[in-house]
Nanobody, 120 residues
Framework: QVQLVESGGGLVQPGGSLRLSCAAS?????RGWFRQAPGEQRELVAA???????YYANSVKGRFTISRDNAKNTVYLQMNSLKPEDTAVYYC?????????????????WGQGTQVTVSS
């Protein structure tokens, strides 16, 4: 069983930045960040595999960066130029199989979620 612990959410003004962190208690191959706004489906924002291959949703390309520190077993999501439409609960996810997973069903473990609110 792998536990994922997220941190770094909060309230930020439009145009601001936040960095989310997700620490894992065990070995995983691929990690992803999903988000879910009220009344919306959970969507993949970014994902990263081992060896490093990344995926970004079109809505965040050029603004968000996913990275991992293998020594700390931690994945980060750097979010810049935040917009009100980025407001959502952000979830870290992990899968024990190789390859990118684009759907929530492709992931085996989930964090508890962290709220990101972009508002003036």
């Amino acid at each position: 069983q792998v536990q994922l612990v997220e941190s770094g959410g909060g309230l930020v003004q439009p145009g601001g930045s936040l960095r989310l962190s997700c620490a894992a208690s065990g070995r995983t191959f691929s990690r992803g960040w999903f988000r879910q706004a009220p009344g919306e489906q959970r969507e993949l924002v970014a994902a990263i595999t081992t060896p490093a291959m990344t995926y970004y949703a079109n809505s965040v390309k050029g603004r968000f960066t996913i990275s991992r520190d293998n020594a700390k077993n931690t994945v980060y999501l750097q979010m810049n130029s935040l917009k009100p439409e980025d407001t959502a609960v952000y979830y870290c996810a992990a899968r024990i199989q190789s390859g990118l997973g684009l759907l929530p069903t492709a992931y085996d473990y989930w964090g508890q979620g962290t709220q990101v609110t972009v508002s003036s």
